[in-house]
């Protein structure tokens, strides 16, 4: 250990708070150095001259002065009026309540912004909500009269959200006499689950011609019958009454689904 490090250390050796280890470094250090020692001794003698100062008496006056200022204020307090009620429970609810009230405004605060930020968002609900009030209207003037055939204005007016861009069969074609025919229980290789996904080109007349087979049917003569309905007769309602384009691609996608539940 460097001379150094032990006067550093040695104020801390004089009050032995040292760790063992360090102190037998210091003690060790302080056998071979004269310096050291000296330096030692000096802070020992420093310490035991203040040690030895005389401690300083306070003025004789000074605690009967603190006494009479303690007496004057307490004659005071028992002078002053006591708080009413009404302070003393205004005193007794100010800390409590504060809290509250700040959480309070605060949520009122909050609402309030968040109102103003979902504002818009109301206005588009109600405006979705005016929208499908209209349309229920729509449907109220042509109600199902189950005694008629669906004719394709009726049937296209119903799908008037989405005949843009979906044509709607037409509902007297060979089209959705076979989609009816799919959902029959079948025997045969039609119960099992036999997916189809072609493409077709609907025309503005309301025909339509396969386009391309995307996924063919493990029962062939499925694909050969749509095939068939597509061209046999008008598969679609004109575009007329869809107001979709006049020539449309779409994609069908025929998905036989197992219900069993037969309750409904
Ligand atoms: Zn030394």
Redesign the pocket.
């Known amino acids: 250990m460097s001379?150094q490090e032990?006067t550093q250390s040695l104020s801390y050796y004089v009050d032995d708070e040292l760790p063992p280890a360090q102190r037998t470094l210091v003690e060790s250090?302080l056998d071979s150095?004269p310096?050291?020692r000296a330096e030692l001794e000096q802070l020992r003698t420093l310490r035991n001259s203040l040690r030895q100062l005389a401690r300083p008496e306070p003025p004789p006056v000074l605690i009967p002065a603190i006494n009479d200022a303690l007496m004057i204020e307490a004659a005071a307090r028992r002078q002053s009026p006591t708080p009413n009620f009404r302070e003393q429970l205004m005193s007794w609810i100010e800390p409590r309540l504060m809290p509250y009230t700040v959480g309070s405004l605060a949520s009122v605060i909050l609402f309030t912004a968040m109102l103003f930020g979902l504002r818009p968002h109301f206005i588009a609900l109600r405006e979705a909500a005016r929208q499908t009030d209209s349309a229920v209207i729509i449907e109220r003037w042509t109600p199902y009269d189950l005694t008629q055939p669906v004719t394709p204005e009726i049937y296209s007016a119903r799908r008037a959200p989405f005949a843009e861009q979906s044509p709607s069969l037409n509902p007297g074609g060979a089209l959705a006499t076979l989609t009816g025919n799919y959902a029959q229980p079948r025997i045969g290789p039609f119960q099992e689950g036999d997916d189809m996904i072609v493409v077709a080109d609907v025309f503005s007349n309301g025909t339509a011609s396969l386009a391309d087979v995307v996924q063919a049917p493990r029962d062939r003569q499925m694909l050969a019958d749509f095939e068939v309905a597509l061209r046999q007769s008008t598969a679609f309602v004109p575009a007329s009454l869809d107001r979709r384009p006049d020539t449309m691609r779409v994609v069908f996608t025929v998905q036989k689904v197992d219900v069993r539940d037969r309750s409904f």
Do not use: F
């Open positions: 001379c032990t250090h150095c310096v050291c």
